[in-house]
Structure formats: C-alpha cells, structure tokens
C-alpha cells in the first residue's frame, strides 16, 4: 500500500517544511502536569509566547519517499540571525510557530520566541516575533521585535506579508483574571518595515492564507452583541483587508430567542471553530480544521464548499475524518484532539499531523506516515511536541495581485480620496422589513473596543460582556433604498437602518470598518449571498456627492444612562408618574424589564431567552420592541415627552441601553461627565473622518 501511495503524482516534491511545537493539550501522551497548562487551553491564549513549550524548531524533511525514510535537517541549528536584535545569537532554545514559504520556494518566514518560562507578562523575549530565512538554511533575519505577538506570516501576491499582531490594542471581554488581548490582522514590508493594521477588528483573527482567488481567508472570533461561543469561523477580505465577510458560518440559528423561536441551537453537532483555513490547489473549496473554543487548533478535518447554501450548520461542510468528532460540541468538556493544520495536495489528498506526527491524508480514510516525531528528536519521541504545518517544499502557482484599494503606510497619498461608505439598497435583505416600514436613515454607530483585562469591570450594560458606543451621525435614504456617505475610518462600526422616527428597524450583529482611501460599496443590508443586484440599477445616492454624518441629539459622544437619558427621566417621567401613580424608580436596574438589549456574554449549554441569538430580525430591535420605546408613542407620552427627549431615549435603547461610554474613570460617568474611551478615539474628531484628500467624484474628476 506505501508503495502505491508514493506513486501518487501529486508527491511530486522531495522536501517537506514542518515546526515542531509543543502542546500543553492534546497530546495522546499527557506531558507534564502543572498550573501552566490550563493558560494554552483556548484558542486566544494559544499563540501567546509565554505560553510556549521551549524546544522544537523549523524542520526539513527530504527523501521522504525512499526506502531509507526521510533524512532530518534543522534550519536554524548553529545559524545566527544577521540582522535585529538577536543579531549574532542563534535561535535557541525558544520556541517556533507558523512557517510560511515563498510562492518561489526560495523564502521562509516563520515566528519564533526567546520564552524559557511561563510568566504571564509581555515582553520582546517572551513574545512571538516575526523572523525569514532562506529555503538553504541561509540569510537569517529578524523582521519584527516588539513586546506584542506577532505570528502566523503569509506571503501576499503583492510582494507584502500579512500576519496576526496585537499591535492593534484592545483586550478580549470574556476573561478575568488572565490578561488576554485581542490579535488581528496587520501587514507589513517583508523587510519587516512599514507595519499597520488591515484589520479593525475588537476581538481576535488566526491563520490568513490567500486563496485561489487572490483573496485573503482567515479565522475571525466574532461575538459583537451575541454569545461568545457563536461566531469562530471562515472571514474573506482583500489582501489590503477591505470588504471582510463572513460567507459561512456566522450565524447560527436561531437567529433569535423571542418567545417565537421554532429554530433549534445550530452551534452544536457544528464546529465550535474552524482553523488553518486553506484554499484546495485547483478548487474552489478550502480545507480547515474543526477546532475546539477552549483548546489548541486541532481536532477534526472538513472540507468547505462556499457555493452551496449556507444553512447556519453543516450544509456548507463535508468531513474528510468522520471518525473524529468535533472538539467540545460532539465531545463534552475538554479533551485531546488529533488532526490538524492540513495542506491539502488537491480534493482527495492532504498533508497534515495526527497527534505527535505527519502523514499523508486521503478522503477515503487511508493514513501513511511521513515524518515520526521519534526521527526529528533521537530516536525516542519528544511527547511534549507536535510536528505541524507541513508545506511541500518547491513553487507553487502564485495568485493573481489584487490593486491596493486603500490610502495607507509609506506610500499614503495626501491627496488620494477620502473613504465613503455605499449600500445600494438597503431594503434587499433576506429578511423582510415589516409591511409598510419606509426607511428614512442611516445611523452609523461605533463599537468600543475593551481596554482592560477584566470581564464586566466596569459593568457597561446589563451583561458583563457588552460593550460601549458612539453614535456618529445619520444619513439619508434615498426613496430607492440607496445610501452614500463619508465614512468614519479605522474604528468598528455597526448600521442601523431608521424609520421616520429614528427608531432602529433593523441592526448589524457584527461590525464593519473601512481603511483610510477605502471605497466600500454593500449591496443591501443582510441581501441573499447567492443575489447580485439588477445590471441596471442606477441608485439615486450614487448620483451625487457623499453625504455627510449629521449628530442625531447634541454633540458627538459616547453614550451612558447618566448623561443621555437620566436626566429625561427625572425631569420628565418621574415628577409624572408619581401623580398619576405610575413607577418612580427609573434607576438603571430598575429600567432592565422595559428596555432592549443584546447579552453579548457566554452560554455553552443553552440561549439566552430575548436577549440571545445570532441575528437582528427586522422590526424586532431597539426602541420598536422595548416596552418603553413603545410607550414613547402612547397618547400620554406624545402629549408630556418632547421630541428631543423622545429622540434621546431612542437612541439610548437602539444602543443597546449601555450605562457607561468607556472603560475609565466611571465616576465621571456617573456625575454625567463626558469620558472619551482610549482606543479608536480622538475628542478632536470624533466621527473619525478623515481630515485630508478629495471626494471620490473629485478624484475622478
């Protein structure tokens, strides 16, 4: 059977790149048992460089296919790196992470850290840093040094390099004792210079690779105003990280948790998360991993097919190894997981590690072994590491460049055009607005990033993971639906589409943002993904110069009970209700029965009744479905609630009716004060839109 096996032509390549790295969980072997271990036990504290095993390395393996079995080479053994701090020093011991090999064959870039002992603390030793080394062994470098985790390198069509960082800022929001910032996408010269973000984005992104397309492909942890557990899934963008989407996965049913809800939870007999996500040489699916959300990237292997409809479960998936199960929502509780970064050699054939060691893959269930972890360390196997990630070592097709579309970095044009935001019709959606529902605005709101480590400290909203906003401004519908804007850059944004009252209809559960120079164009809001809209659309917005975001009540701020909607209800509610006998306690705990809110926060086992769910459905949001907002409208209140102060209940419960506007100083908050949170933030400019360049119709002209 071996025999046959190598006879495949696709082996056609005689030299396989692999690291060794190790593995607190997940090991047929339990290593070492400490209190360590429990810190590489989920998905966002796995890449940490303190989190580490010291040892392993970056590997060769050649003759691979001969009697002999494969001959061993370390690539940085005795090799000291030419440039960087570490010039002069050679990589040890250390740990390895995340190769990725040039489209020539001739380059490798990988990640690696100086951590010797788990300390829960940053620094330029303990964390990842980016280093390339050629294909020979030679011409080793640094690229990047900083206390921040840098890793997963890809080579981008461009002559660029994407990678995860947490040079970006901003803390995940379901820890507490342990410090676990978010990690997104970055990109960079391959010299290691002219570093910034491509990705926004609040919580943390893995493993970018670019597909068949030209187009960049990735892991995004997305929970924006929903459980934690949700949305770990396939994310697609441009490689300058415009436009990211989420095609597959992201919203599970039931998309909500009314009394009405007849959908069953989705999220389990599905996977949790889905990691290492690669195109398929010659195809249009992408293979990936079934991980666990509270374990390392390993478990079960499946191939995804985005051209059959996304059914919120597994309509889009097939599995290549059925035999083992998915990590946590087939397999209760916390275990060991034994397939993983797979590189697919086309439909049928992958390369991949199970367990400790690297095999070939077939959809048919064969396994043959490649590379045994006892033939890289001596003779006797090194249970602590896994050797992962192998890449045929030769060239391989490289995919069409896509142009720049954003304004960023060393070569930003001052002049260029300014960013705006188009939707061609936001009443395409694949739900329906509610009968008669005519929409009048846009609200363009930002998310707040987390900036400290601890879970609901300070307490934000009414869950203890949900986050602060700002209101921005609205603009306007045109009667055909379509919308044309300056749009705020470089911070998270959620749409809301308003009727004439400026009550939300219909709101993102997710967040979008748009680079400096970015032109980005939605088709509709939610529109069916296998829809494309009429060729002979002519939206009136497009016809004219970009609107500009107009502030809804007062000026440009973060919004807390205490400053927007305290003051209505004591001046204008409770003197009232005291007469006519109605409730006089309208503290923020008291208003929870009679507002609208998203939880944000985890639940493993069940939903959460209202305030769970993946989705918003129209007419089922905000001040429309609060029993206060729709107490706003009742005869009494038209007639005692002016409209300013109608206006700012509104848009305090559209916003989740969060009591705090920032992670700092909630004293100030509390007096009423404005407190402008620390990232993504400038109290100068605080629609964050950009201050130089020209319009796009300037442009062109």
């Not at 300058?240 to 069953?264: E, K, L, S, V």
């Not at 949790?272 to 079934?290: C, D, F, Q, W």
Request: overall charge negative; glycine content about 10%.
């Amino acid at each position: 059977r071996r025999e046959i096996i190598f006879q495949n032509p696709l082996l056609d390549f005689d030299k396989l790149l692999f690291v060794a790295r190790g593995v607190y969980l997940g090991s047929r072997v339990t290593g070492t048992t400490s209190t360590r271990d429990v810190y590489g036990q989920h998905f966002a504290t796995q890449y940490y460089g303190f989190n580490s095993i010291p040892g392993g390395g970056l590997f060769t393996a050649s003759g691979l296919f001969d009697s002999g079995g494969p001959v061993i080479e370390n690539l940085t053994d005795g090799v000291e790196v030419e440039s960087g701090r570490l010039a002069g020093q050679q990589l040890v011991p250390g740990a390895f992470l995340s190769p990725d090999l040039s489209y020539d064959g001739q380059e490798i870039l990988f990640a690696y850290t100086q951590n010797q002992e788990h300390e829960w603390v940053w620094s330029p030793e303990t964390s990842f840093n980016l280093f390339r080394i050629g294909a020979d062994g030679t011409g080793l470098h640094q690229l990047t040094d900083s206390p921040h985790d840098d890793f997963d390198p890809c080579w981008l069509p461009s002559g660029r390099v994407a990678f995860i960082s947490e040079r970006r800022g901003g803390y995940i929001r379901c820890f507490g004792i342990l410090h676990v910032p978010s990690h997104v996408l970055h990109s960079m010269k391959p010299d290691g210079s002219d570093i910034y973000p491509i990705s926004y984005f609040e919580t943390s992104e893995w493993h970018p690779s670019v597909d068949n397309d030209g187009m960049l492909v990735y892991t995004r942890w997305d929970y924006t105003d929903r459980e934690n557990c949700l949305g770990s899934n396939f994310w697609i963008s441009y490689p300058d990280g415009r436009d990211p989407r989420a095609p597959h996965g992201n919203y599970p049913y039931p998309w909500h948790t009314f009394a009405d809800n007849t959908m069953p939870d989705s999220r389990f007999g599905r996977p949790y998360t889905e990691m290492n996500i690669r195109a398929v040489p010659g195809s249009h699916k992408y293979i990936l991993t079934a991980a666990p959300h509270h374990g390392e990237s390993f478990g079960s292997l499946c191939m995804l097919d985005l051209r059959v409809p996304d059914d919120g479960f597994m309509g889009q998936l097939k599995r290549i190894t059925p035999y083992a199960l998915f990590p946590e929502t087939e397999i209760p509780g916390r275990s060991q997981y034994p397939f993983g970064t797979p590189w697919a050699l086309n439909e049928d054939f992958y390369l991949c590690n199970w367990w400790e060691n690297i095999y070939l893959l077939d959809r048919y269930g064969n396994r043959e072994l490649l590379v045994a972890n006892s033939e890289v360390f001596g003779g006797e196997p090194d249970w602590d590491m896994r050797l992962i990630d192998p890449i045929p070592m030769k060239p391989r097709p490289m995919p069409p460049a896509m142009p720049e579309g954003t304004n960023q970095g060393e070569d930003r044009d001052p002049g260029g055009a300014t960013a705006t935001i188009r939707v061609m019709n936001v009443y395409d959606s694949d739900l329906p607005m509610p009968e008669g529902t005519e929409i009048k605005y846009l609200r363009v709101v930002q998310n707040i990033l987390k900036t400290n480590p601890y879970m609901g400290v300070p307490m934000i909203g009414y869950q203890n993971e949900n986050t602060p906003r700002i209101p921005l401004g609205i603009v306007p519908v045109e009667e055909d639906g379509s919308v044309y804007f300056e749009a705020p850059v470089e911070r998270e944004l959620i749409f809301q589409v308003l009727d004439e009252e400026y009550r939300a209809v219909q709101s993102m559960r997710s967040v979008a943002f748009v680079h400096p120079g970015e032109q980005l164009t939605c088709q509709g809001c939610h529109e069916p993904r296998e829809g494309s809209p009429p060729a002979h659309l002519d939206p009136i917005a497009f016809r004219r110069e970009p609107s500009k975001l107009e502030p809804e009540v007062g000026p440009v701020e973060p919004i807390t009970y205490y400053r927007m909607v305290q003051p209505v209800f004591e001046s204008s509610c409770v003197p009232c209700h005291r007469e006519q006998g109605g409730p006089v306690d309208m503290s923020y705990a008291a208003l929870e029965p009679y507002v609208f809110y998203f939880a944000g926060g985890m639940s493993t086992t069940t939903v959460k009744p209202v305030h769970g769910g993946s989705r918003s459905i129209p007419g089922r949001f905000g001040a429309r479905n609060s029993a206060m907002g729709q107490a706003l409208f009742d005869e009494t209140h038209l007639e005692t609630v002016s409209e300013e102060d109608r206006h700012r209940v509104i848009l305090w419960l559209d916003c989740n009716s969060q009591r705090l506007g920032a992670y700092v100083d909630e004293e100030a908050q509390m007096a009423g004060e404005v407190v402008w949170p620390t990232l993504d933030v400038d109290p100068s400019n605080p629609q964050g839109l950009e201050a130089t360049g020209r319009s796009t119709r300037q442009a062109a002209r």
